[in-house]
């Protein structure tokens, strides 16, 4: 997505440890603009998935989530939420995952009222990384007995193994911006988009 990709090489800072900080328009301050155009290509994306409900995980996902159901004709979403703690709410689907960016681990939890075996799922988040966040998603769909028809990123670092993880569980992973490579001195290069 070439206005995303032009963001991104405008505001896009990296910091140690292989992170994209675009916290002026996604991560923190969100560009609302922007994000309806994200939701849009999503759309674009995902219409022919049959997804009937979109799922993704606080804080960032929510408004990617947001964009896009208003595009899919204001399809529900939920979002899971992050303990540090292991302390369930006993009405909960959980699954585990290490944060990328905090390097500590968390418990992802969705209640059991918000997702069943009828729910047809797309999955959103902002990052695909090493692909802990969407795996723990996909988790918590299979304990729900829900199908997962689709996964999107709004950014993917390819050279990290996120993508090939979640591929290889079989599911299909759409990226709205593939990056091939970034440096610290603020080179980021990006992959040719698939479609
Ligand atoms: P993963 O779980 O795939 O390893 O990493 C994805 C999650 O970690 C995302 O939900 C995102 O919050 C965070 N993350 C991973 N890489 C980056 C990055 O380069 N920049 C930012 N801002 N967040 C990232």
Redesign the pocket.
Known sequence: MKLLEDRIRKDGKILPG?????DNFL?HQVDTKLMEEIGEEFYRLFKDSGATKILT?ES?GIAIAQATSKYFGYLPFVFAKKTVAANMAKNAYEAK?T???RNIEYTVQVSREYLNENDKVLIL??????????NSLIQICRQANAEVVGCGSVVC?TYQP?EKRIKDLGYEVKVLARIKSMSEDGQIEFEEQEE
């Open positions: 292989d992170v994209l900080k675009i991560n995980i960032s995952e944060s990328y960016t988040d902002d990052f695909l990384a090493n692909g802990e966040a969407m670092k996120g």
